[in-house]
């Protein structure tokens, strides 16, 4: 099989993840520079631990950069971190004020709490900076290269863990509301009722956006071994459950058919595996990638990669 099927859609979104050291951003890297022929592509990173830079052979930054050799592809490496301290520069304030005027927090004690760490709140500020770009219409596909499975199941989860923590401080916004209507007999849509309607709306286009099978495809990336197995049966549940269409699996790294004794060893004993993954996941569209003798880095040798993924 190949991912041919995939220059037939109109794809916005191709999110590619699978558990480390399995190529995922090689794979990634290539794919960008394939459907960069044909359409404006931007690739980025949210892995905490980036290698993208390395594939490309070119520095990346927090902000889309041109990669040379290629006419229609940018790259970024998205800091999740600075792009939630920016978050809390622009809208701090006004969480601050959820905070005192919905509880009996003291100034101190709500300063602490919005300084507390919102677990996944980082990395989907980091996702809400591309569906910002998604509305400027500025680029026509955007490849996630996403980090190890464990960072992608948060990924995953992050549109309703986000929801949940906007409903909290939407309660302690209503409490509020209802305290100062009672008293002054109207009601006042103030600058952080405005922030809360705004981040609804994020988390709503997120959720939507990454359940639409017209705009977006996860492609998980394993290899012929016992825990890549594992892995991807972990991540393809989550995909089934948060309803993220998947219909691709890449087998990477495969030893070749040849006369090495050795060769033949590692290949043996990772046809037991291939038959396992096609046999559990016998719905998706298989593809096997052969290991190749040298590292694939640099847009030519990404060119021969993309080759092998979109060849029958």
Known sequence: MSLSDLTHKNLQFILIGGKGGVGKTTIASALAV???KTRKTLIFTTDPAPSLA?????KLSNEPVKITGVANLWAME???KKVLEEFKKEYGEDILDILNQGTYLSDQEAGEMFELDIPGLDEVMGLKKITDFMDSKEYDLYLVDTAPTGHTLRLLALPELLDNWIKFLASLRWKYHYMTERFSGKKKIEKADEFL?????????VRSLLQDPAKTEFIVVTIAEAMGVLETEDLVKDLEKTRIPASHIIINNIFPENKCDFCQSRRKNQ???INEIKKKF????ISEIILHPEEIRGIKNLKNLAGELFSN
């Open 282 to 285: 016998a719905n998706f569209n």
């Open 34 to 36: 394939h459907f960069a």
């Open 197 to 205: 309607l705004e981040m609804k709306k994020t988390v709503k286009k």
């Open 54 to 58: 390395d594939s490309l052979e070119q």
């Open 271 to 273: 046809e037991r595996y």
């Open 78 to 80: 998205i800091d999740a």
